[in-house]
């Protein structure tokens, strides 16, 4: 069974930076794309970042390009998401997620095609 466990939300004031991690356990197969996803209140969800499992080209929404940073640990499962300069617009629910199906962007504007998904961490960014 999949499963996504994420950490390392929290409130910070704008300017402030967070470091999420998403511990990923249950696949068998060793390519699939991860990626990280937030839902504002009212708001749909977006792609944040994503990322291949061992791959090396991350994609990002432009609204945090430059700013936010996704990596991996291979040798933990784990999957990280760097965010500086963190504006009140960032604050949003912040969820992991994790699909076998592999398309384009690795999934960043498509979480349709995601299958596994964390419990979310919330992120409150201040004015």
């Known amino acids: 069974q999949v499963q996504l466990v994420e950490s390392g939300g929290g409130s910070v004031q704008a300017g402030g930076s967070l470091r999420l991690s998403c511990a990923v356990s249950?696949?068998?197969?060793?390519?699939?794309?991860m990626g990280w996803f937030r839902q504002a209140p009212g708001k749909e969800r977006e792609g944040v970042a994503s990322?291949?499992?061992?791959?090396?080209?991350?994609y990002f929404a432009d609204s945090v390009k430059g700013r936010f940073t996704i990596s991996q640990d291979r040798t933990k499962n784990t999957l990280y998401l760097q965010m500086n300069s963190l504006k009140p617009d960032d604050t949003a629910m912040y969820y992991c997620?994790?699909?076998?199906?592999?398309?384009?962007?690795?999934?960043?504007?498509?979480?349709?095609?995601?299958?596994?998904w964390g419990q979310g961490t919330l992120v409150t960014v201040s004015s």
């Open positions: 990322i291949l499992r061992g791959g090396f080209t991350p």
């Open positions: 249950g696949y068998t197969g060793s390519s699939y794309c």
């Open positions: 997620a994790a699909t076998e199906k592999l398309t384009v962007r690795c999934g960043l504007d498509r979480p349709d095609v995601f299958d596994a």
